[in-house]
């Protein structure tokens, strides 16, 4: 047998949804062994695949969130892309099954598709029903716009509720969902993904950026929103019940699902309702595999069987219905539009209307060398607006000097 290793970021019902996945296609034929690793979150797990890169003990298959994509797709040597995996395995796999939005994101310029789409998710609201009936608060009708969003904190508050909003992932949910949610440009060259996506630099400081985290700042000061940590950490005061509104992944469902002991709801992004063309449609966020360079062909072989048994429909349904990733294909969302899930589960089918919409330059996706680094850099900035030891104006002013640093070294570096 042939023993695959996949390195992956997946805690939790997600990480008991990778193992059955791994276990499923094992058990499905002989002759290949899939065995799924974790290793810590999202940028960890990169960090240790690079290195063991160096020291040829990378992983056959490694899963990478999408603010490394434009990292590994600079890593030339690194890595294989799938389209050549599939292709030399003679694997039946068609690229344009994918919806737009998810291929688009992951391939070249030249067209050829380097990662093999996965965990595709994007963000959304979740908030506590329960907390906001005893609020006096419409538990059937989420706050659309931040207006009403800051309105809701307050009256939480004074119902007692310790905790009434938090925000996951504040640099993707809050600058690059925010930013493309407005329909504004968050990066030069189309976001990063123009063919010179190399060149881009970072635009967060404008009026609306400075406006937005300045609003979350007063929030924060009168305790309408507390900061609980960078990636997902706070996603735990959700599901506790501590905090009764969260925006994060729309791959947080499946925890929510099994863990909330209340009544929760599922509700699109909120926007400024001032703004013209708000909302516009939200960005693609989660992971996609990665296949590492150096293997033999007998495992690139498995590989592909591998990423051929998750591209069936009824795979690729069954794990967006128990995850709330993305449907990433247009037959995963049609076969559980008929299945009545939809319908079944409330506000499952949120993640997908935002990001089914004619996309604009700033809407497209956010692709930017360095990210990983840059997104510390944003966290780093943020945390001193939140303890009130920064202005929004000067903590947005410093992502994008010290962002734009790191954005000049990528093109300093790039090869075509
Ligand atoms: O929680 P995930 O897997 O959807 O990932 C969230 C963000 O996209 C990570 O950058």
């Known amino acids: 047998q042939t023993e695959i290793q996949w390195w992956h970021s997946m805690t939790a019902v997600n990480n008991e949804w990778v193992t059955d996945l791994a276990r499923q296609f094992n058990e499905s034929q002989k002759e290949y062994k899939v065995v799924p690793t974790f290793k810590g979150a999202y940028d960890e797990s990169m960090t240790a695949a690079i290195a063991a890169f160096r020291s040829g003990n990378a992983p056959h298959i490694l899963q990478v969130f999408e603010v490394g994509t434009a990292t590994m797709m600079a890593s030339k040597g690194a890595t294989v892309p799938v389209a050549k995996v599939m292709q030399d395995a003679g694997a039946d796999f068609d690229p ?243 299945s009545g899930f939809y319908a079944k589960h409330p506000g499952t089918d949120v993640a997908v209307n935002q990001m089914v919409r004619k996309v604009t330059d700033n809407s497209r996706g956010i692709r930017l060398g360095n990210y990983v680094q840059i997104r510390t850099i944003e966290d780093e900035e943020m945390e001193q607006v939140w303890a009130g030891k920064k202005t929004a104006k000067e903590a947005l002013d410093a992502i994008v000097s010290r962002g734009n640093e790191l954005l000049a070294r990528f093109e300093r570096s790039y090869k075509q």
């Open 96 to 338: 344009k099954a994918y919806i737009p939005a998810v291929a688009a994101y992951y391939t070249a310029p030249n067209g050829q598709m380097l990662s093999f789409p996965f965990n595709s998710s994007t963000t959304i609201f979740y908030y506590n029903k329960d907390a906001f009936k005893k609020a006096g608060l419409n538990p059937d009708k989420a706050p659309a716009t931040w207006p009403e969003v800051f309105e809701a904190a307050k009256k939480l508050k004074a119902s007692g509720h310790s905790c009434p909003m938090t925000l996951a992932w504040n640099g993707w949910t809050q600058l690059e969902s925010f930013s493309a949610w407005h329909n504004v440009e968050f990066a030069t060259e189309k976001n990063g993904l123009s063919a010179n996506g190399h060149k881009a630099r970072m635009k967060i400081n404008s009026p609306l950026h400075v406006r937005h985290i300045d609003n979350l700042a007063k929030a924060a000061k009168a305790g309408e929103y507390l900061y609980k940590g960078r990636g997902s950490a706070a996603q735990a005061s959700f599901t506790a019940g501590e905090c009764a509104m969260i925006q994060t992944s729309s791959g947080f469902y499946g925890d929510v699902a099994k863990n909330a002991k209340f009544a929760y709801g599922l509700a699109p992004m909120p926007y400024y309702p001032d703004v013209k063309g708000a909302p516009q449609n939200t960005v693609i966020g989660g992971a996609s595999l990665w296949v590492m360079a150096g293997k033999k062909p007998e495992e690139y072989k498995g590989v592909a069987k591998f990423f051929e048994f998750l591209s069936q429909t009824k795979v690729q349904a069954a794990s967006h219905q128990r995850t709330g990733y993305l449907p990433i294909t247009m037959g995963a969302y049609e076969l559980t539009d008929k």
